[in-house]
């Protein structure tokens, strides 16, 4: 009895995946170039190379771990909505300040083909692409 109660430990423990899986890293929006990005509010369009190069640079570090995925934003107020005018799809900015005061941009990638938006994800950490906002003067407030 006490060796089929050691089988059965030994079978459990040596089922049992221990390592975590890692995922792997892909960058989304590493091959776009912005040709332009538009304020609908404003009725602006941003068409300044040296604007436009440092928001592509932003958008060509962010991973798939930064684009968090599945988090909601009950409650959160809407700052502004800006387009990105790419060499391939549009993409949607939806910029929103959450209950907690944090600045959320959420990624939706306008496909012409299917008239479809495709949620990307949700950034939480955007600094660095709210001072290129506000540099841009789009009017973003939060």
Same mark, same amino acid.
């Given at each position: 009895?006490k ?14 995946? %221990? ?9 989304? @929006?590493?091959?776009?170039?912005? =040709?332009?990005?538009k304020?609908?509010?404003l009725? #602006? ?5 040296l604007?436009?190069?440092k %928001? ?15 988090? #909601?934003?009950?409650?959160?107020? #809407?700052?502004c ?12 900015l ?14 939706f990638? $306008?496909? =012409?083909?299917?008239? $479809?938006?495709?949620f @990307? ?12 906002? =506000?540099?841009?003067?789009?009017n973003?407030?939060?």
């Open positions: 009895m060796n089929y109660i050691l089988l059965l430990i030994i079978l459990i423990f040596t089922s049992c995946n %221990f390592n975590e899986k890692e995922t792997e890293l892909s960058y989304p @929006l590493e091959n776009i170039k912005i =040709k332009s990005i304020s609908e509010e009725n #602006r369009n941003v068409s300044d190379t604007i436009l190069n %928001f592509s640079k932003s958008l060509k570090k962010l991973t798939n771990k930064d684009l968090v995925k599945g988090k #909601r934003l009950h409650g959160a107020t #809407r700052l909505d800006l387009k990105l005018k790419t060499d391939k799809d549009d993409i949607l939806f910029i929103a300040l959450s209950k907690e005061n944090e600045v959320v941009i959420s990624f990638e $306008f496909n =012409k083909d299917d008239n $479809f938006n495709y @990307l994800g949700a950034l939480y950490e955007t600094d660095q692409l709210m001072d290129i906002i =506000k540099n841009a003067d789009l973003c407030k939060s």
